[in-house]
């Protein structure tokens, strides 16, 4: 069983649409959740980084941490053409010496 | 943002040729790591570094090697590529011991080898 699981999508939605993308784990020791949002051909950037479990919003994104039930959401609101990527979701403990695991990624296109 | 560089972006290369891809930064990070990435898969971590002269191999077997001199300087060496390395080669940075436990990542570093 892997670690991380992510819909790889491909997910498709009108501009101004609410999106909603979604990682489960089993590791329920996991610290720190992190999404990233991948363009074609670049690096991971990062969008958002919680601790443990709760919301936290940042202009149009918002990232909640259910840790009771291993699940972790990234929403966007009003999504833009720009929003169009490729996001990855990945998690940490510390005890592990700082190692990541990431899910496989979801790709998304905003449709003018 | 993130202060972390990869050279070159973009790399073809001939079937056994030495080659090495650069990675530095400059946010101090004590924590250094390559990971490879592949169309529709995970990242799969190859090396990575706790700071200056320590390497460890991940859990992707691979044929290159990684070395840590500088703390801002984390090079990986192919010492013969072939077409199976053709990927797209990440380098990220995260420094825990200073509260910053995400990873930030570089540009990467796309190589086809012919």
């Known amino acids: 069983q892997k670690e991380v699981e992510q819909d790889p999508g491909p997910l498709s939605v009108p501009e101004g649409a609410i999106v909603s993308l979604n990682c489960t784990y089993s590791n329920s020791a996991f610290q720190y959740f992190m999404w990233y949002r991948q363009y074609s051909r670049k690096g991971p950037e990062l969008l958002m980084y919680?601790?443990?479990?709760g919301n936290k919003e940042d202009g149009r994104f918002t990232a909640q941490v259910d840790k009771s039930s291993k699940y972790i959401s990234l929403f966007i609101r009003d999504s833009q053409p720009s929003d169009s990527a490729t996001y990855l979701c990945?998690?940490?403990?510390?005890?592990?010496?700082?190692?990541?695991?990431f899910g496989t990624g979801t790709s998304l296109t905003v449709i003018p | 943002e993130a202060d972390i560089y990869q050279t070159p972006r973009y790399l073809v290369i001939g079937t056994g040729k030495k080659i090495t891809l650069e990675c530095s930064q400059t946010?101090?990070?004590?924590?250094m790591y390559w990971y490879q990435q592949d169309p529709g898969m995970e990242l799969h971590l190859i090396h990575y570094?706790?700071?200056?002269?320590?390497?460890e191999k991940g859990d992707l077997s691979s044929e290159s090697t990684v070395s840590r001199i500088r703390t801002e300087h984390f090079p990986l060496t192919l010492e013969s590529a072939r077409p199976s390395h053709t990927s797209q080669y990440l380098c990220?940075?995260?420094?825990?011991?200073?509260?910053?436990?995400?990873?930030?990542f570089g540009q990467g570093t796309r190589l086809t080898v012919v």
């Open positions: 570094s706790y700071g200056v002269n320590s390497t």
């Open positions: 990220a940075s995260s420094d825990p011991d200073r509260g910053r436990t995400e990873a930030f």
């Open positions: 990945a998690m940490t403990l510390i005890n592990t010496g700082n190692q990541f695991y």
């Open positions: 946010m101090g990070h004590d924590k």
């Open positions: 919680t601790y443990s479990s």
